[in-house]
């Protein structure tokens, strides 16, 4: 068979792009696969709508409570200790009375801690007239402060009104002034905290005629002369 050299070379030419077009088609598709099995599955996540029922949370406060606010007209004395016969001279009679003075003289909170101190005392311990005298002292330092009272209010007069410790207070300041044992104003404001107000009118009494040899401290709790 003779074939023609021109047509020889142009069906070869034909082959060889067909070929190399197939190649090259193969090769992208085989592209395209591998880059589908390199990226991984995008999986659409769920969206969950909220509840309308779901509870509410509860965020916990860090504001820390207020304290309660401190009264010493609660609570209850305890019995003082008994009395002994006065023809023996007991010693501990003095501690009998300074409970009873405490008891009258003081708030009932501040008199029930200064009996209860009292009463720990044992032997000699309650035959000391300094040790029984500092159970009334310490409860009275441990009582709640006098409240101040506000500047604006004002009586009828137009006078500034003052709480019955500050006229107590000023009264016995006053009457004090020149004396070696001359109290400030916020010891003594302390110190009639917590008594009652037959035991404050008892101390400005006391303090009238032994502010210079007692002062606040003899005073404290004083029988009425």
């Known amino acids: 068979m003779i074939i023609e050299k021109s047509g020889f070379l142009l069906m070869a030419g034909t082959l060889a792009a067909g070929g190399v077009g197939g190649w090259l088609a ?3 598709k085989s592209h395209r696969e591998r880059a589908q099995f390199a990226e991984p599955p995008t999986t659409a996540m769920p969206v969950v709508a909220a509840s309308a029922s779901a509870p509410a949370v509860i965020v ?18 305890e019995d003082c200790p008994a009395m002994g016969p006065a023809d ?6 003095f501690a009998a009375k300074r409970c009873a003075e405490f008891k009258s003289a003081f708030k009932p ?4 801690a200064a009996v209860a101190c009292i009463k720990t005392l044992k032997g000699n311990a309650a035959c000391d007239p300094a040790r029984v005298n500092l159970c009334g002292h310490s409860a009275l330092m441990a009582a709640c402060p006098a409240p101040i009272p506000d500047p604006k209010s004002i009586d009828s007069t137009g006078a500034v009104l003052s709480s019955p410790v500050d006229s107590a207070c000023e009264s016995i300041v006053k009457g004090c002034a020149g004396q070696p044992l001359l109290p400030n104003l916020a010891d003594c404001r302390q110190t009639l905290s917590g008594m009652s107000d037959f035991g404050r009118a008892n101390m400005v009494e006391c303090m009238a005629t032994h502010c210079g040899d007692k002062g606040l401290l003899g005073c404290e709790a004083a029988k009425k002369p």
């Open 109 to 112: 909170k501040v008199a029930q």
């Open 88 to 93: 023996e001279g007991v010693c501990t009679n």
């Open 26 to 28: 193969h090769d992208a």
């Open 60 to 77: 916990a406060s860090d504001r820390v409570p207020a304290p309660p606010a401190c009264d010493d007209n609660v609570g209850t004395a």
